[in-house]
Every structure is written in C-alpha cells, then in structure tokens.
C-alpha cells in the first residue's frame, strides 16, 4: 500500500460534487471519497483494507456493497456475508444503523433469520459431508484419526477424484426475500437515497475526505 491513509483530499467544490454523484447504477455511493490507492479496489469486510477504514467509511462501503449485489442480481445482503463469512452480522447491522434510514434498518433485520437458517444450513451441510469422509477413510483405508473441519475439503477432493464421495455441493442457496432486492432496486428507494446519502456525507464531512485549499 502507498499509503495508510484512507480518505480523499477535495475541494468544498469537489466534496460537494461527490457526495452527490450517482454510482453506474443510480444510487450515491460516495465513491471519490475514498484515497486514490483504494480506488477501483474490492474492499473484502474481513480485509486488512477494512480495517483502516473509519466506521463512517465502512458504512459507506457496506451500503455500495449491499447496492451492487442488489443490482447484479444478487440478493443484496446474503451474498455479501457468504463471500465474507468472518464479518459479524452485529457489527454489519450496527454500520446499516448508522445510516439512520428506519425502513432499510427494518427491512435487513427482517432478512436476518433467514440468513441464520442458511449458515445453519451451510454448517449441517459440511458436518454431514466431514462424518461421511471420516467414515470412507475408515472403511478403506484404515485411517481411524478424526478429520479436522480444515482438512474436509483437501481429503474429500482426493476421496472424489477416486470415486469413493461425490462432493457435488448440494448447499441450498441463501433464501433471499425477494421483495427486498425489488424494494432495494425500485425507482422511489432510489430517490429516497439520492436524498439521504449526500445529506449523511455532509454531516460526516471530516471522516469521509480531507479539505483542500485548492
């Protein structure tokens, strides 16, 4: 990294401009707020860039994410924990909070069992292919050791490539209520968060850019 330093240096002129520019997809996502190193980067919530992140900018980068899944099709909210397992959902709502918008706050919330029922899924889903695993190595080749969670997917490869597992992933897919992502993605939330982002960017003006004279 060139530098630790997080935060754009603009202009009044160039701040204002900012905090008001849609993203690709119509939504503000504050996205020149951010340090010319960080731009163009995926920002991974479990990621050391994450972490140099203030809370104001993680909120920021937690609303683009949920917009972009939303928008690529994705459900907008499961998808983002799948692919970032180690992010706690508290911390990730307690950032959605700060946002201080009332129905999105609601409306994750409600979306927040059945993501717990999906992990639960996930978790029985692996347990079930560790046991069959450690059952195989047992039977046939007479390695009688527990196998570590860890190693479940290094021992199950070698166990299917021989036939004796199949580990086809039969993982159901995070059930998503589909009004949020066509709540998320409708015209009248997209002009609601045309008002509220740049309104919530100014008040964070100094943890989201610093001022230049020029």
């Excluded at 911390?91 to 129905?103: K, N, V």
């Excluded at 166990?159 to 992502?181: V, W």
Aim: glycine share 6%.
């Amino acid at each position: 990294m060139e530098s630790s330093e997080t935060r754009a240096t603009l202009t009044q002129a160039e701040f204002d401009a900012a905090v008001v520019e849609p993203d690709r997809f119509g939504y503000p996502t504050g996205e020149r707020l951010f340090h010319n190193w960080m731009s163009g980067r995926e920002v991974h919530m479990s990621g050391p860039e994450f972490a140099l992140l203030n809370p104001s900018q993680k909120t920021l980068v937690l609303w683009r994410k949920i917009v972009r899944d939303a928008v690529f099709g994705g459900d907008g909210i499961f998808s983002l924990f799948h692919s970032n397992p180690d992010v706690h959902w508290d911390t990730a709502l307690d950032l959605i909070d700060a946002l201080d918008w009332p129905e999105l706050q609601r409306r994750v919330k409600d979306a927040l069992p059945l993501y717990r029922k999906w992990q639960e899924d996930v978790e029985a889903s692996q347990e079930k292919l560790r046991l069959e695993i450690q059952a195989v190595m047992s039977e046939q080749m007479g390695q009688t050791n527990k196998v570590a969670r860890d190693d479940v997917l290094q021992f199950g490869m070698i166990l299917h490539s021989r036939g004796a597992i199949d580990m086809s992933d039969d993982t159901p897919e995070p059930d998503c209520p589909p009004q949020f992502k066509a709540w998320l993605t409708s015209q009248p939330v997209r002009d609601e968060a045309a008002r509220r982002l740049p309104v919530w960017m100014r008040e964070r003006q100094a943890d989201l850019c610093i001022p230049s004279e020029g």
